[in-house]
């Protein structure tokens, strides 16, 4: 049994009593958008909220978006107001990793407790518990796998710094590219784009053991994450690429002329 998950003296964890204070047991009160009325909305519907809105900004965010609200210290607090901002932009990732990170961490520890409350409730009774609807346990909160299950939050300054080695890597590449990426992947390993370049990095060197790693992370990254962190192309073209890659790394070939890397391609 984990240490302090039920203490009989009445006192919580720190971590408890700061969940609590941020997102009550018992749920909160909000105005209905269009009527202004109150409306009860329990815990497990506010982790459910926080969880699409992670969707929603991983989804749909890029570099104007930074612009837009001059989000330069790459905590997304919409507080700028650049409405001049021209869309697209320079299509660069977009800084907001660390904001839907700590949004993971909040959603964790709710799923967390939500769980203490029903070993709780099982314990004094000694028999499953059916499930409280009133509380909405009957939705499962499940943790996705981003951010090592949502266990991790990525510093926004981290953030800031692996974004810009990417950038510098696949804008300017040169025989820097693998520092850049490498160091890039240190401050942020939590996406899988500078994997996949780094693997084809490896391959035109033909070093095909560290292409097919990193080919391997990389795909297991965008699969987890569903959307790409880089929307210069398509998430089902961030595969596809890395499927390639993946490939040829295993087969130990690649192609040494620009008619070769032009006429790449993968049959299902």
């Not at 850049?180 to 990095?201: A, H, R």
């Not at 033909?206 to 965008?222: I, M, N, P, Q, S």
Request: proline share 4%; net charge negative; hydrophobic share 40%.
């Amino acid at each position: 049994m984990e240490k302090g998950l039920f203490d009989d003296d009445g006192e919580l964890e720190g971590w408890r009593k700061k969940l609590q204070g941020l997102v009550p047991a018992e749920g909160v009160q909000v105005k209905h958008i269009r009527t202004g009325e109150g409306v009860h909305v329990s815990r497990r519907i506010v982790a459910v909220f926080i969880m699409m809105t992670m969707a929603d900004f991983c989804d749909q965010l890029f570099g104007f978006q930074d612009l837009l609200f001059d989000n330069a210290n790459g905590r997304l607090e919409f507080s700028g107001n650049n409405f001049g901002a021209l869309w697209p932009g320079d299509g660069k990732p977009g800084l907001w990793l660390n904001s839907i990170s700590r949004m993971g961490a909040v959603y964790t520890l709710i799923a967390r407790e939500e769980e203490i409350f029903i070993q709780e409730r099982k314990r004094k009774v000694g028999v499953a518990v059916v499930p409280d609807l009133e509380r909405n346990e009957d939705i499962e909160l499940v943790l996705p796998p981003v951010f090592d299950y949502c266990r991790k939050v990525l510093e926004a300054g981290d953030q800031i710094v692996a974004r810009d080695l990417y950038w510098e890597a696949v804008c300017e590449g040169g025989s820097k590219a693998e520092e850049l990426l490498l160091e890039s992947i240190e401050k942020n390993p939590f996406v899988g784009e500078p994997y996949v370049v780094l693997s084809q990095v490896y391959l035109t060197e033909g070093r095909f053991e560290e292409a097919e790693k990193h080919a391997e992370r990389g795909l297991k990254l965008l699969l987890e994450w569903g959307c790409p962190w880089d929307k210069r192309t398509s998430w089902e073209g961030w595969v596809a690429w890395t499927r390639v890659l993946l490939m040829r790394a295993r087969d130990k070939s690649w192609p040494q002329t620009s008619w070769g890397i032009l006429n790449l391609g993968l049959v299902n």
